[in-house]
């Protein structure tokens, strides 16, 4: 058995399956690791949550940001994207599998944990242990899940807090850990979160640096699988993996066996 972790798809269904030919996918022996953002900008949406749903258990997928926006969009909480052009959530809406398609993506977790390797799509704050960070995911996947997820949704949104503290409660918790685990990419060393700085790590704001580079960082012991971060781009070192490589912005959509770390990638069309 192969384990692939794929960076964001974002739509991109072409290259997703010309990525699975490439590394010669067979969903009765492999795995694939997702790393979220399956949909939204690129042009293919719905034909990537179809297909994903479809490999079963031979796909992994965790949450990004632009998935939990589709189930706000769906569940009437979020205003479309002014720009058409980063919003083509419109056809999944529409699907006559729409149901199945939200019910199918409110049941993946925001965290995947086996062996070593840890997969978030952004990231993780420096004061959060990996088995720490478990539990706080399954704290927001257990609202996602409820029957009242719909009041969850409603109150995602927002950048506030901006920190963790063990204190917090209730929609303010549940919102901080998902802006960490979906959002993350600048932070100070005590783990505040800056959301405005999108750049390569170069652009940090004064006192920030890459959630990555954060001395004594908590989960470095694991090696984290991630995407998000499409200026950052491939990025592997001994305890990361990132795969955002920017698909949808007309770049490539990338694959790293995990066994051996092997690299696979395909031009965007």
């Known amino acids: 058995m192969a384990r692939y972790a794929i960076g964001d798809i974002q739509g991109c269904y072409r290259e997703f399956r010309q990525l699975l030919d490439l590394i010669r996918f067979d969903p009765t022996t492999d795995e694939l690791w997702l790393v979220g953002d399956l949909v939204n900008r690129g042009p293919q949406s719905l034909d990537v949550l179809r297909c994903v749903r479809e490999l079963g258990p031979a796909a992994i997928t965790v949450l990004g940001n632009h998935d939990l926006y589709l189930l706000m969009r769906a569940a009437g909480h979020a205003k479309q994207n002014r720009q058409a052009a980063d919003d083509t959530l419109t056809p999944i809406l529409d699907a006559p599998d729409r149901e199945e398609l939200l019910h199918w993506l409110r049941q993946r977790p925001m965290l995947h944990v086996a062996d070593e390797h840890v997969m978030v799509h952004a990231g993780l704050l420096p004061q959060w242990r990996v088995a720490q960070a478990v539990g706080l995911a399954g704290e927001v996947e257990t609202a996602l899940r409820s029957a009242n997820h ?120």
Not at 180 to 195: E, H, N, P, S
Not at 232 to 253: H, P, S
Request: proline share 5%; aromatic share 10%.
């Open 150 to 269: 719909s009041e969850f949704l409603a109150h995602l949104w927002g950048s506030q807090p901006a920190a963790w503290d063990e204190q917090l409660s209730g929609w303010p918790r549940l919102r901080v850990i998902v802006n960490a685990m979906t959002r993350l990419r600048f932070c100070t060393a005590t783990g505040v979160m800056d959301f405005h700085s999108k750049g390569e790590t170069t652009t940090a704001p004064p006192g920030y640096l890459p959630w990555f580079a954060v001395p004594h960082r908590q989960s470095a012991d694991h090696v984290l699988v991630t995407g998000h971060w499409s200026a950052l781009g491939l990025k592997l070192t001994e305890n990361l993996i990132a795969l955002d490589t920017g698909c949808v912005w007309g770049r490539q959509l990338s694959a790293v066996r995990l066994e051996d770390r092997a690299l696979f990638q395909v031009t965007a069309a």
